[in-house]
């Protein structure tokens, strides 16, 4: 039971993380996005990718 909620502690640490990123990337002001090469559409694909691979 304790391995259990473990992984449920994890994984919901791991979605406040890619809350965290999607929205940081989604915020940036369209210059900051065309500098890094990215746009406010990618930002759920690359916090996915950050989080879980």
């Given amino acids: 039971m304790k391995k259990f909620l473990a992984r ?3 994984e ?4 406040a993380e890619y ?3 999607r ?3 989604a915020g940036l002001s369209w210059r ?3 500098d890094i ?3 406010a559409g ?3 694909r690359i916090a ?3 989080i879980w691979g």
């Fill in 32 to 34: 900051d996005q065309l």
């Fill in 8 to 10: 449920v502690e994890q």
């Fill in 42 to 44: 990618d930002a759920d």
């Fill in 12 to 15: 919901a640490h791991r979605r």
């Fill in 23 to 25: 929205d940081e990337i």
């Fill in 19 to 21: 809350r965290r990123i």
């Fill in 48 to 50: 996915r990718q950050m």
């Fill in 37 to 39: 090469g990215i746009n």
